[in-house]
Structures are given as C-alpha cells and as structure tokens.
C-alpha cells in the first residue's frame, strides 16, 4: 500500500516538475502572440519555442541518465522501482513538450514566410 501511494506522489510530482517554469520565459509570450504581425515577429516566436524545445530535450537526456543510473545499481533497492518510474514519466513528458514546441515553431516559420 506504502508503494503504491509513494508512486503515486512521485508521479504527480513528475507531472508538476515538468509542467514548472524553471526558467522565465524571456518574452512576454501572450503579448508576443498577440502582437505577432511581421516576419521577424514570427520569426522570433520561432526561435523561442526551438529554443525551449532544445531545454527539453536536454532534461530528456539528462533523465535518460538517471534512468540508467537506477537500472544499472542495485543499492537503490526497493526505491529503484519508484525512481525508474518518476523518470520515465518525465522523459515522456519532456519529449511530448520538445515536439509540442517544435510543432509551434514549425507554424511560426511557416507563418513568418507569408508575412513576407
């Protein structure tokens, strides 16, 4: 029961890191969006979103690492399981943010050539 509910906890707080803003985003985003008009304002919602998507991939690889770590050593004992799982949510989760981010990106490129 212990088990269960600790994973648990691990797995909303998975989902609460990853949805955390660890960094300020440098621009006012909805203001940016909204006043997004010209190709260079198209261009640098581009950037932004390339720019985050390259952060997410990085805690991929990063948690990739860890994962490995709690696979690869068993001092971690009965808690491996419970750390496997936390970092595999998160993978998943900054993966589907990497490509959500380039999805955006993708649109403002495409959007910042017909501004042209």
Known sequence: MKTKSFIAILVVLGFLTSC???NP???DMTSAIQNAKTSADHKALAKHYED?????DAKVEE???LLNEYETHPYY?????DLKAHCEVLIRSYK????????MAKIHRQMAEEAK
């Open 20 to 22: 955390a803003q660890m």
């Open 25 to 27: 985003h440098p621009m």
């Open 52 to 56: 985050v998507a390259r952060d997410m």
């Open 63 to 65: 948690h990739k690492k």
């Open 77 to 81: 004992g009965k808690r491996a399981q």
């Open 96 to 103: 589907r943010a990497a490509e959500e981010n380039m999805s």
